[in-house]
C-alpha cells in the first residue's frame, strides 16, 4: 500500500510546529518544508551557487543569508519569482527523496503555503491547525523581535484562515496541548481505518 500524503499547514502562531511534533511523537514521518529551505541554503546546500548568481551578497562562507536575501526582495519585490522559480523545484526534489525513503503507511508534511502554492493537489488529504484570532496575535507577538508590521506582512501573503477552513479535509483547533495530542492521535487512527475499510 501505498504512502498517505498528509498536508499539514496554517497561518503564523496556529500551533503548526507543536503539531508536526505530536505527529512524530506518534512515529508519523514529518517533511518539514522550511527545513528544507534551510538544507538547500546551508553547507553544501544546492540553492548556494543559483543565489549566488541571482544575490551575490546573500551568500557568504558557503552559506545563504535568508536575512540578506529578505532585505533584497524588498529592495527589488520582482526578485521573489526569480528566488522562487530556483528554490520550488529544489524543495519538490527533497520532498520527493523523502517520500521515496519513507517507510511508514503515513507521512505528514509540514508546508506553510499549502494551499496558496497548490501543493495541496499532491496530497491524499490536508490538516489546518488553526486557533482564535486573538490566541494567534498573542503567539505571534511573544516572538522575540516579532512587530505588529511583520505581523500584518506575513498574514497578508497567507491566505485567510476562513478559507483555508473551507478547503482543509480535516481541521485541528489548537487551544491546548492536551487536546491538540488527542486530535493528532485520532486523526491517525481514522486514516488507518479508512484505508482498511
Known amino acids: 500500500m501505498s504512502v498517505f500524503r498528509l498536508g499539514l499547514t496554517g497561518s503564523i502562531g496556529m500551533g503548526k510546529s507543536t503539531t508536526a511534533n505530536f505527529f512524530r ?29 541571482l544575490v551575490p551578497d546573500a551568500v557568504a562562507e558557503g552559506i545563504v543569508s535568508r536575512d540578506i536575501l529578505r532585505q533584497a526582495i524588498a529592495a527589488s519585490p520582482g526578485l521573489l519569482k526569480q528566488i522562487e522559480a530556483v528554490v520550488h523545484p529544489l524543495v519538490a526534489l527533497d520532498r520527493a527523496r523523502f517520500l521515496a525513503e519513507t517507510v511508514s503507511d503515513i507521512a505528514v508534511f509540514d508546508i506553510p503555503l499549502l494551499f496558496e502554492k497548490g501543493s495541496e493537489a499532491e496530497m ?15 503567539r505571534v507577538l511573544a516572538r ?54
Open 124 to 138: 491524499d488529504a490536508t490538516l489546518l491547525v488553526t486557533a482564535p484570532p486573538d490566541l494567534q496575535y498573542r
Open 144 to 197: 522575540p523581535g516579532m512587530t505588529d508590521k511583520q505581523f500584518t506582512l506575513i498574514l497578508s501573503r497567507q491566505m485567510p484562515d476562513r478559507e483555508k477552513r473551507a478547503r482543509a479535509t480535516h481541521i485541528i483547533e489548537t487551544l491546548s496541548l492536551a487536546s491538540v495530542e488527542a486530535a493528532v492521535v485520532a486523526l491517525i487512527l481514522y486514516i488507518r481505518e479508512s484505508r482498511h475499510a
Open 25 to 53: 511523537a506518534a512515529g508519523i514521518p514529518v517533511w518539514d518544508a522550511d527545513a528544507a529551505v534551510h538544507r538547500l541554503y546551508g553547507p553544501g546546500g544546492s540553492a548556494i551557487e543559483p543565489m549566488r548568481h
